[in-house]
């Protein structure tokens, strides 16, 4: 008996829960069961049970105000997997270095895991003092520059989710008022970048830029951290700053971001 064709073995359902998914794949963040049953072809009850189960393990989520479907966290999760089977962490390391080297300030690249930022990677300074290494920690997203700059591209209602509870002031700099950090992340969206002020530790600045894969998406941020005397508004502007940008700029383009569009 011959081998029989991979084709034979494909389950029907889970074409359709794949086809479900890749429907999201434009610039349409959310649609509701009655546009996917057409797009895909299916009886509205199929679409549902199908986004019913894709919900159970987070790979979609239901909007509570409008009652569309979006992708899940869990779907993200997956994509950084693949992100960083494909080298996130390789190729960010010579950037790192290459900050330490012409500044001789902490880098540290973060992802954001379910509301939280944690820094999957770290090149410190040559100094005496500098800022301790926080490399598999969890830290706030409203009072860190890793998080600011990454939730500020995200959609109001994405980051409504991420700011739901309580906003616990770390310092006296600490923004915990909604609307001033809904203005303050609108700011970071314009301008590419976000700066800590002391807002999580006492005497410690940093500026953090966002990085882009090839889908445009932004999936992690680069910082670089330091004690709040030696990052001055003037060195900030005059030299970290540009240093960041550029640096987020070269290891986005390495991910296959279109700096040019």
């Known amino acids: 008996m011959g081998k029989r064709k991979k084709s034979s073995y494909i389950i029907q359902s889970v074409m359709n829960a794949l086809d479900l998914l890749e429907e999201f794949r434009g610039d349409e963040t959310e649609l509701g ?11 509205k009850n199929n679409v549902f049970r199908i986004l019913a189960t894709l919900e159970s393990r987070g790979y979609m989520e239901q909007n509570k105000l409008s009652g569309n479907y979006r992708l899940g966290l869990r779907v993200l999760e997956l994509g950084q997997v693949f992100i960083k089977h494909m080298g996130l962490l390789k ?10 080297d012409r500044a001789n300030e902490t880098a540290y690249l973060g992802l954001i895991r379910e509301n939280r930022v944690v820094y999957v990677d770290v090149v410190e300074a040559q100094r005496p003092v500098r800022v301790v290494s926080r490399v598999g920690v969890g830290l706030p997203v409203y009072a860190s520059a ?11 209602d994405e980051i409504d989710a991420v700011l739901e ?32 002020d002391e807002e999580y530790d006492d005497g410690i600045r940093c500026v953090a830029v966002p990085i882009h894969d090839y889908t445009r998406r932004v999936i992690a941020g680069l910082s670089i951290s330091g004690p709040a005397y030696r990052f001055t508004d003037e060195r900030l502007e005059k030299e970290l700053i540009p240093l ?15 700096t040019s569009l």
């Open 33 to 43: 069961v009655t546009e996917l049953s057409k797009r895909l072809n299916l009886h």
């Open 91 to 100: 190729m960010a390391r010579p950037v790192l270095r290459e900050i330490v």
């Open 146 to 156: 890793v998080g600011k700059v990454q939730i500020a591209y995200e959609s109001a």
């Open 165 to 196: 509870g309580p906003l616990t002031p770390f310092t006296p700099k600490t923004i915990i008022d909604r609307a001033e950090l809904r203005t303050h992340l609108e700011k970071v969206h314009q301008q590419g970048y976000a700066i800590d």
């Open 244 to 258: 960041a940008l550029e640096a987020g700029k070269r290891l986005s383009e390495r991910l296959g971001y279109d």
